[in-house]
């Protein structure tokens, strides 16, 4: 029996008797009970459920045959919320009586029926599902289940023979083209013919075997020429997966952008968009998004960045705070085992971990996340750069080849804030903070780094030659800081003149002249009010405003910021970024508009 479904009726007009896998339901059941059902089935091992079976061998003149299959699937998809995607098929047996069938597949979490009852088929009843067994199915892979009525026709051989291009280094592409796929295992026996999985749809099927299995295997495009919620151009796709993602990197390299760097004799070609980043974070997207889910990816294209919006939340508890150290999680491992086999994804889970090295030794943001319960989406922040830092990690990379993504987000911070805690680099490097001493006393015997200070009140920042290869010239003033209640106080400290990655030091941000020094009363007054002088605040004292703002008017947004501090969108968000990774405020919201950002705790 195929993974997720129960057989349909023999030819010989044989129905499945009622059990673990087959509900029998009469012909004048509601919908609201045939979702119940349904929902209960997929609950505990899928099968499918039989309607009219009552009124077989009858001779009423009524059977199944008046009941449409759109409308029961529809019913059930409304019912359940989208959760739960069904098949139905009518069929006629010995005597012309109709029966309508629904094959349910094995839900991969648990779902709950229209009156928000959590059930599942014991093969006799509807049962509670309790507590101690909530999550009965989370290993089940929607991607291995075998439609009931797929054949060899819903392949494309154009598609296939690009699977055999993709993977001509493996073993396997000397085969056949059946015994290629089934190598792969994307081709299973059922009902007494090899028919293609899911996943075999997804990376080779025919458009009308997309639209009639996996409608919502999509991605739409969108180019926007400012960063406004308009967009000027739209690109709806739904094709296999290799040639979606080749139509994607068309229409993003149409739009990219590179700057060259001079790095001694050589130049780099920093682009807006790497394309190995946004390839490894599309095939993230399409390999472990949840397909039992009728949404579809869509792909924002802005002048500064690039969205990449997922359906289904990260799963087995990822979380943007410890991806990077989190062990690798598949929702679909068929999918994901053959996308490694032919090379187009990272087998050992370390993607994540290459997006964030090219973007950090191309000085620029590591990737920003943000999870939702039923949705991810991922940000990579592109045209703004720090030539400085790519130079350096260029030249420094021929020195220490034990360059490490670690050791580079540690730099990363220190050339953007200046100086930071322990604390701070345990949350970038999303590390516990006990764990950190040893790469910091590593970077500090290459010379990378220093640290000054005693106790809890030690800081660390570049070392001298490595903040003057970044441009960071490093002076001793009194600045404007909140101190721990977030009130704003002076107190001497150790900054970097210069911004970070991406930063273009603009005069709104650079530090101020020794006469411009902000350590009169006049400078208080302006940090606590929000008015600026004409040299611009420094960007300590647009910490200090942005928590002032907050605790004012219960929260600040970028537009205000901006509008106090005459900063750009980008500038904004990196000073109310770095405050959220402090913890001093907290998120509401996603997209430049949309997002609020709070106080820690609350307000006051």
């Known amino acids: 029996m195929t993974q997720g479904f129960s057989p349909a009726p023999s030819p010989l007009g044989v129905l499945p008797p009622p059990g673990p896998t087959c509900v029998h339901l009469p012909l004048g059941v509601t919908p609201q009970e045939l979702a119940r059902h349904a929902v209960g089935l997929a609950n505990a091992r899928g099968g499918s459920v039989v309607v009219g079976a009552d009124l077989v061998g009858g001779h009423g003149g009524r059977d199944a045959g008046e009941l449409h299959p759109l409308m029961i699937t529809h019913a ?37 029926a229209p009156d928000g009852a959590v059930l599942a088929w014991d093969g006799a009843h509807l049962v509670p599902v309790l507590p101690g067994t909530g999550e009965p199915v989370a290993d089940q892979d929607y991607t291995a ?92 796709l739904r094709r296999p997966l290799p040639s979606l993602l080749l139509r994607l990197s068309e229409l993003i390299q149409a739009r990219n952008r590179f700057t060259p760097v001079q790095v001694g004799l050589f130049r780099v070609e920093v682009w807006d968009h790497d394309e190995s980043v946004y390839r490894e974070a599309l095939l993230n997207a399409l390999t472990h998004r949840d397909y039992t889910l009728r949404d579809v990816v869509h792909v924002h294209h802005y002048p500064d960045r690039l969205e990449i919006m997922s359906p289904g939340g990260f799963s087995g508890g990822i979380t943007p705070g410890n991806i990077l150290r989190h062990q690798p999680k598949r929702r679909n491992p068929l999918l994901a085992g053959v ?33 939702y319960p039923d949705a991810v989406t991922l940000t990579l922040y592109g045209s703004a750069f720090d030539s400085d830092f790519v130079r350096f990690v260029a030249r420094k990379q021929e020195e220490l080849p034990q ?69 960071r010239e490093r ?64 960007q300590s004292e647009v910490r200090a405003i942005a928590l002032a703002l907050a605790r004012e008017r219960g929260q600040v947004r970028n537009a205000d910021l901006r509008e106090v501090c005459g900063l750009s969108a980008q500038q904004s968000w990196r000073v109310l970024r770095g405050l959220v990774d402090a913890g001093r405020l907290v998120r509401r919201g996603s997209g430049t508009r949309g997002a609020a950002y709070e106080l820690a705790g609350g307000p006051g």
């Open 76 to 112: 059930i998809f409304e019912l359940s919320g989208g959760r739960l995607t069904v098949n139905v098929q009518h069929h006629r047996l010995p005597g012309g009586t109709q029966v309508l069938t629904v094959f349910v597949p094995q839900a991969p979490y648990v779902l709950a």
């Open 145 to 236: 289940v075998v439609p009931p009525d797929a054949s060899l026709a819903d392949l494309d051989p154009a598609e296939v023979g690009r699977l055999r291009l993709l993977g001509r280094r493996i073993d396997a592409a000397n085969l056949p083209d059946l015994d290629f796929l089934r190598e792969l295992g994307l081709l299973v026996p059922s009902g007494g013919a090899l028919r293609p999985t899911l996943a075999a749809i997804l990376l080779a099927g025919t458009g009308a075997a997309l639209r009639a299995h996996v409608p919502q295997a999509e991605v739409c495009y969108f180019h926007h020429q400012t960063n406004d919620v308009e967009f000027q151009f739209r690109e709806d």
């Open 339 to 371: 996308l490694a086999r032919l090379g187009l994804v990272e087998q050992a889970g370390v993607g994540v971990d290459k997006m964030f090295s090219l973007m950090l030794r191309h000085g620029k943001e590591p990737p920003e996340y943000v999870n």
């Open 403 to 471: 360059l490490s993504l670690d050791m580079l987000i540690v730099l990363s911070v220190l050339a953007r804030e200046g100086e930071a805690p322990r604390a701070v680099l345990a949350r970038a490097l999303q590390l516990p903070e006990d764990r950190t001493p040893r790469l910091l006393r590593q970077m500090e015997d290459l010379g990378l780094i220093v640290r000054a200070g005693v106790g809890r009140g030690i800081a660390y920042h570049l070392a001298p030659e490595v903040g003057q290869a970044l441009g």
């Open 475 to 538: 002076r001793r003033r009194l600045a404007v800081v909140p101190d721990q209640e977030g009130e704003v106080t002076e107190r001497p400290t150790l900054l970097a003149s210069g911004n970070g990655p991406g930063q273009p030091a603009p005069s709104a941000m650079r530090e101020p002249e020794p006469s411009q020094s902000p350590e009169s009363a006049p400078a208080r007054s302006r940090a606590q009010t929000g008015t600026l002088s004409a040299s611009g605040p420094t």
